[in-house]
């Protein structure tokens, strides 16, 4: 049963306002309204995190990845339900919401296991040596939690990147209490994980002020959060303006604070000649899938492909467009999500240059239509607005007169999350040649694949140079994101009785590099 309350540190409070969620396919409203949080209610959540961090960011090892992997089988056990709310308030299928909601889950227990490793603390022991002039001090180095985190929910992952996705798990693994603001796009299904933590909260014997959720439609909340003293840094997936917003707040604070935020990319994909000779066609019809997936509403969807001009070429744009055919139009996000899409299309379609490929079916009501335009290289680099992301199902195939051309276009790009390569062996020399330019670009180089997907390991990076996110040295997918809210302390001379336990010469249980070598 929902209450649309906010969770202050334990405690569900009404609010200053109300607002309803909408079912996202027919635009009706859905019970119950929810509260919105007040300027009380934000400086209480985070007053509540700054008391517990202390308790929380110093818990053994072992006790934090209990209450993760508590909070997952809680998740867990709210079932169909959770799925059902979701789709209503998303417009997501069931299998990719049960597929999101396994993944929420498994990044929780990931970093339970990661927090239980050790090897995050990066613990490092130089030992005295008084032979040295002048004498050398004994110097003990870990990593400490940074303090509480504001977490902003994402509108296309109602459960991966949102109450308790990727940036909240890697938060609480390093130790951070979480004040989460809630996506208005989905508030009871942000009530009901928000349940599920809470409960994990308690069960673990933990303080309260752990994990708070605010709920709230106004730009005011988001700025109340990031501005509290108490917040010690940002986790946000978003929009590039809402992100740029927050690193405003942040940088203007007394004491600024990093925000790490995902905000935008294109994400350009590379089709080889040899490659596209042997397979046109088929890559043709699978970059039609990649690009209309989830009506386009990944981080990742391919915004860009580059060619060289000919026949194979010809062959692709031809094939793109008969699959085109066959993509149904699908429901996005939210009415203003689809508003800009279309918004963003139609700009798109006024450009100089730009030829229309093919359309998806037609919809009614606040359906997605994939499309794909053709255009020349040179008027794509006579004009910024083809680089400009369309979040939903588009994209531009741009004909370059040579790889020396297309070479040119990827080294004038902003960064991005992805860069893709396809390419057969004969295609590795020149292949090899346009690799710098990809990791300079990106986060992730990806050979023979599209860029949707984003498994979540120890050697993902979800990231990448500004404006894909706002630190590219960050990642906010696999257990590399626990980094983003952890600092390094070292100790001098400490004596042994005050020395963290982790940093005792006794201590053997994780891996540790003393006096330079890495000894288990």
Same mark, same amino acid.
């Given at each position: ?22 079912? !996202? ?46 909070? !997952? ?23 990719? *919401? ?20 050790? +090897? ?43 109450? +308790? ?12 209490? %979480? ?18 933590? +809470? /409960? ?20 005011? *909340?988001? /700025? ?8 010690? +840094? ?13 690193? /405003? ?24 000649? !040899? ?17 209309? *997936? ?90 910024? !607005?083809? /680089? ?131 000894? %288990?």
């Amino acid at each position: 049963m929902l209450h649309g309350k906010n969770l202050i540190a334990g405690d569900w409070r009404t609010g200053t306002g109300e607002f309803r969620a909408h079912d !996202a396919a027919s635009g009706n409203t859905i019970e119950p309204s929810f509260q919105e949080a007040s300027a009380k209610d934000v400086a209480d959540a985070c007053a509540a995190a700054a008391e517990a961090q202390r308790v929380f960011g110093n818990l053994p090892r072992k006790d934090r990845a209990a209450f993760l992997r508590s909070i !997952a089988d809680k998740i867990d056990a709210l079932g169909s339900e959770l799925t059902e709310r979701a789709m209503s308030e998303s417009g997501l299928p069931e299998a990719r *919401l049960n597929g999101e909601r396994g993944r929420t889950v498994g990044q929780l227990r990931l970093f339970a296991a990661e927090v239980e490793n050790g +090897a995050w603390q990066a613990l490092r022991i130089d030992h005295a040596d008084p032979s040295k002039t002048p004498p050398k001090p004994d110097l003990r180095l870990r990593k400490i939690p940074l303090g509480p985190v504001a977490v902003f929910g994402a509108s296309n992952f109602p459960l991966a990147f949102s109450v +308790a996705g990727g940036d909240t798990a890697s938060a609480l693994a390093a130790g951070c209490c %979480v004040v989460v603001k809630g996506h208005p796009a989905h508030p009871g299904t942000s009530e009901m994980v928000a349940t599920a933590i +809470a /409960e994990a909260v308690a069960e673990c014997g933990l303080p309260a002020g752990v994990f708070s959720l605010l709920n709230g439609t106004g730009y005011g *909340l988001g /700025e109340a959060l990031v501005k509290d003293p108490r917040i010690a +840094a940002v986790g946000f997936t978003g929009s590039r303006a809402g992100g740029l917003a927050l690193l /405003e707040y942040a940088a203007a604070r007394a004491v600024p604070i990093p925000v790490y935020a995902e905000m935008s990319s294109i994400n350009p994909v590379v089709l080889m000649p !040899a490659r596209m000779e042997s397979a046109a066609e088929e890559l043709a019809k699978a970059y039609v899938g990649s690009l209309s *997936l989830g009506a386009g509403q990944f981080c990742t969807n391919p915004g860009i492909v580059l060619a060289v001009a000919g026949g194979a070429l010809e062959r692709f744009v031809a094939a793109a467009a008969d699959a085109l055919t066959q993509v149904p139009a699908q429901t996005m996000l939210t009415s203003s999500i689809h508003g800009a899409y279309d918004k963003g299309v139609q700009t798109l379609s006024q450009q100089a240059g730009a030829q229309l490929v093919g359309e998806g079916a037609e919809g009614s009501g606040p359906c997605g239509r994939a499309v794909v335009y053709t255009v020349s290289a040179e008027a794509f680099r006579k004009n910024p !607005a083809f /680089e400009q992301e369309v979040f939903g199902p588009s994209s531009i195939i741009v004909s370059c007169a040579s790889l020396a051309e297309l070479a040119e276009i990827l080294e004038a790009m902003e960064g991005q999350l992805t860069t893709t390569l396809h390419m057969e062996p004969a295609d590795y020399p020149e292949a090899a040649k346009l690799l710098p330019i990809l990791e300079e670009r990106s986060g992730r180089v990806i050979a023979n694949a599209w860029p949707t997907g984003v498994d979540v390991t120890h050697a993902m990076v979800h990231g990448g140079p500004f404006p894909a996110t706002s630190d590219g040295r960050s990642t906010s997918v696999g257990t590399l994101a626990i980094d983003r809210f952890l600092r390094p302390v070292s100790y001098q001379d400490m004596p042994e009785a005050l020395l963290p336990d982790s940093l005792s010469d006794e201590s053997a249980s994780v891996l540790r590099r003393i006096d330079g070598t890495f000894v %288990v």
